[in-house]
């Protein structure tokens, strides 16, 4: 089933809600989600495959349309829709947009007025709103099967969403194991945790003009200290040269900070310590000492954003790893270290080639 709504309406928070857990990250940022991600909840008696979106919304450039594609693309083969509505805010033209897309698709659908802790001033017109889109295409039977207000922030009726959710869908046998609870590529939720950080340290100042990307993740050998773990990643650790230059040796990788580096694809040799092509963390394979070394490159527009992302003296770049890196250990279940290194990627936002490996592309 497929999650639908605008930017910021709450998306990703219900699909942790519901999941129990943390796969889609959340900022106050609107299109925070710029993935198509799969969270997979197991219930006794059930499976249910959740499909979070970017928000749908009305900017032009590259990147948005590609977005707005994803999401609409989603619920191909989907058997149930999940329409998010943020009743905290009044009725805009993206809200009609979507609801004119969904009245046009032939599958069940449940409407969730989100963000009630915050207030109910708007609920009645997103209904009155959804009434009158039926009239105009007159469609008599109503799609949705539940409207359902509730607060993903809060925990309020997530339970019963649950409920109207499982009730809602066909049976059919299980998709994925037990065991797995995303199929989200390993490295893309590693990009995403490092884009939620500096989204909420940054808030407003640039969220649009960034991109990150993961360019390395290994398995490492070796002994790292947590004070050096915790030191700000701009440059290489002493210590950690040697192991770096097999890592660079090995992925044929420029290590050098460049203002206008083109990224080019490459081909790596298959290596068991080389995570970045995994779906999920291998369990019982990782080593049972040492640490994950993951570098990152962090793409804005132009060099005074860059700026801004690094902070006086390298702060803001350090706290943004310090956090990230705190809940990566926790997918690894072992010691991260984490180098940052900021690039200026002139607009990258309309170059397909760009958008296509950060993972936004529809192709």
Not at 146 to 158: C, R
Not at 286 to 305: C, D, E, T
Not at 309 to 322: D, W, Y
Request: with cysteine.
């Amino acid at each position: 089933m497929a999650i639908i709504g605008r930017p910021n309406a709450g998306k990703s928070t219900m699909l942790n809600a519901l999941l129990g857990s943390k796969i889609s990250i959340v900022s106050p940022i609107p299109q925070t989600t710029r993935h198509q991600i799969k969270g997979i909840l197991n219930l006794k008696n059930a499976q249910v495959v959740f499909v979070d979106t970017p928000g749908i919304h009305s900017f032009k450039d590259n990147l948005a349309m590609q977005l707005n594609t994803i999401a609409r693309q989603s619920i191909e083969g989907c058997d149930l829709l999940i329409y998010v509505a943020d009743t905290s805010r009044a009725f805009g033209k993206e809200e009609s947009e979507i609801m004119y897309f969904l009245s046009k698709q032939q599958i069940k659908i449940i409407m969730v007025l989100n963000k009630i802790d915050l207030g109910k001033k708007y609920m009645g017109e997103y209904m009155e709103c959804w009434q009158r889109v039926l009239k105009e295409r007159n469609i008599e039977k109503d799609p949705i099967a539940y409207y359902l207000p509730i607060s993903a922030k809060t925990g309020q009726n997530v339970i019963e969403l649950r409920g109207a959710i499982v009730d809602s869908l066909p049976e059919q046998v299980p998709f994925y194991d037990k065991e797995t609870d995303t199929d989200f590529p390993l490295k893309f939720r590693v990009a995403d945790i490092i884009r939620e950080k500096l989204f909420l340290i940054l808030k407003n100042e640039l969220p649009h003009s960034l991109a990150v990307e993961v360019e390395t993740i290994r398995d490492m050998e070796g002994k790292i200290k947590e004070k050096d773990i915790k030191r700000t990643e701009i440059g290489f650790l002493k210590e950690l040269q040697p192991q770096i230059a097999q890592i660079q040796a090995a992925d044929g990788a420029d290590m050098e900070e460049s203002e206008d580096e083109e990224i080019e694809d490459e081909e790596l040799e298959s290596d068991p310590s080389d995570l970045l092509s995994a779906l999920s963390v291998p369990k019982g394979q990782l080593k049972k000492s040492g640490f994950i070394y993951i570098k990152v490159n962090i793409y804005v527009n132009r060099a005074s954003q860059k700026k801004i992302v690094v902070g006086v003296g390298g702060k803001l770049l350090k706290e943004i790893g310090s956090t990230a890196r705190q809940e990566i250990e926790s997918i690894f279940g072992k010691k991260v270290y984490l180098q940052l290194w900021v690039q200026v990627l002139a607009d990258w936002q309309n170059k397909p080639r760009i958008l296509k490996e950060l993972g936004y592309s529809t192709e």
